[in-house]
Nanobody
Framework: QVQLEESGGGLVQAGGSLRLSCTAS????????QGWFRQVPGKEREFVAA????????DYADSVKGRFTVSRDNGERTMFLQMNNLEPEDTAVYYC????????????????????WGQGTQVTVSS
């Protein structure tokens, strides 16, 4: 199992930007799919974005499309989430996740398809 560690959360004003990072403890296979999810108290974990290491295919939730960008650095075993034009509704704990199974990518918006999870990082956007 791969250990994942997020960093980069914080407090920002609406319209501002943050960049989250997720670093893996071990080698990442090309078939690995990684995703970003977020959660606010009392609500289910919500899909934000996903990237497949082989080929770099990406996917975004409609609520963040055009504002967030997911990318990865193979050499550093790190996935990034660049968040621009942040809104108060983006306030949440953000989690990175990873999975090696074939259906992790095909069901990338389903959090149950991921095996590896980070501890989460808080993002707070003030109005």
């Amino acid at each position: 199992q791969v250990q994942l560690e997020e960093s980069g959360g914080g407090l920002v004003q609406a319209g501002g930007s943050l960049r989250l990072s997720c670093t893996a403890s071990d080698y990442i296979y090309s078939s690995y799919t990684q995703g970003w999810f977020r959660q606010v108290p009392g609500k289910e974990r919500e899909f934000v974005a996903a990237i497949r290491w082989s080929g770099g295919m990406v996917d975004y939730a409609d609520s963040v499309k055009g504002r967030f960008t997911v990318s990865r650095d193979n050499g550093e075993r790190t996935m990034f989430l660049q968040m621009n034009n942040l809104e108060p509704e983006d306030t949440a704990v953000y989690y990175c996740a990873g999975g090696l199974n074939y259906d992790t990518w095909t069901s990338r918006r389903d959090s149950s398809k991921y095996d590896d999870w980070g501890q989460g990082t808080q993002v707070t956007v003030s109005s």
